[in-house]
């Protein structure tokens, strides 16, 4: 079966533009998660979702948001775009909750000049 | 705070060879854990997982170990190959719900380089 899919794979923005990326879930995978990854912070959490209702959030700043479709298939936006948010962007899909066996997508590596 | 650290960065073996991965987590309160291997320009891909109720699982080619005593964990390799050869990542997370929805909190990471 396909895998957790992330569009797009590149982006390049300008300071202060937003942006927004996508993440289409394992068919019958209900909840979405994103983090973030830099060289300097590693892997940390933005948000999850599970059934189009946002359950957690981590501690990024309110430009960081998202949303799920009943669908399951997530995106989120970053407004304002900063210099430092230039990162590789990573989602990750599982069943329900209970089951944390996440699978990730290959993420999409944003660049913000 | 909630934190899962590395005690190496680095690790360079040779073929064949068995590598062990270490990694301490420091919220006595987590229930699973995880370890991921990523390679360039992937994402982090599945290995194995164990829950705190359990100290010893076994995948294929790979063992994790759980030291909940002195919140350690470890991923053990047998006979490492050049494919092995990633960034290899420890998370955890509590499974009481809402704080630890979706929320995996990942190790630094451990570049494991294996020569032929």
């Known amino acids: 079966k396909a895998g957790v899919t992330q569009t797009p794979r590149y982006l390049i923005k300008t300071r202060g533009q937003q942006v927004t990326l996508s993440c289409s879930p394992i068919?019958?995978?209900?909840?979405v998660s994103w983090y973030q990854q830099t060289p300097g912070q590693g892997l940390q959490f933005l948000f999850e979702?599970?059934?189009?209702?946002?359950?957690n959030k981590g501690n990024f700043p309110g430009r960081f948001s998202g949303r799920q479709f009943s669908n399951s298939r997530s995106e989120m936006n970053v407004s304002t775009l900063e210099l430092g948010d230039s990162a590789l962007y990573l989602c990750?899909?599982?069943?329900?909750?209970?089951?944390?066996?996440?699978?990730f997508g290959s993420g999409t590596r944003l660049t913000v000049v | 705070g909630e934190s899962v650290g590395l005690h190496l960065p680095t690790l360079s073996v040779q073929e064949g060879d068995n590598s062990i991965i270490n990694c301490a987590y420091s919220?006595?309160?987590?229930?699973?854990f995880i370890w991921y291997k990523q390679e360039s320009g992937k994402g982090p891909q599945f290995i194995i997982d164990?829950?705190?109720?359990?100290d010893k699982r076994q995948g294929q080619r790979v063992t994790v170990l759980l030291n909940k005593t002195v919140k350690h964990l470890s991923l053990q390799i047998a006979a490492t190959q050049p494919g092995d050869s990633a960034v290899y990542f420890c998370?955890?997370?509590?499974?009481?719900?809402?704080?630890?929805?979706?929320?995996?909190?990942f190790g630094q990471g451990t570049i494991l380089t294996v020569h032929p």
């Open positions: 919220n006595s309160a987590s229930d699973y």
């Open positions: 979702y599970f059934s189009e209702t946002q359950r």
């Open positions: 998370a955890e997370n509590y499974g009481a719900g809402g704080t630890s929805y979706g929320k995996l909190t």
């Open positions: 990750a899909s599982s069943l329900e909750w209970q089951n944390y066996g996440y699978t």
């Open positions: 068919s019958g995978h209900r909840s």
């Open positions: 164990i829950r705190s109720n359990m």
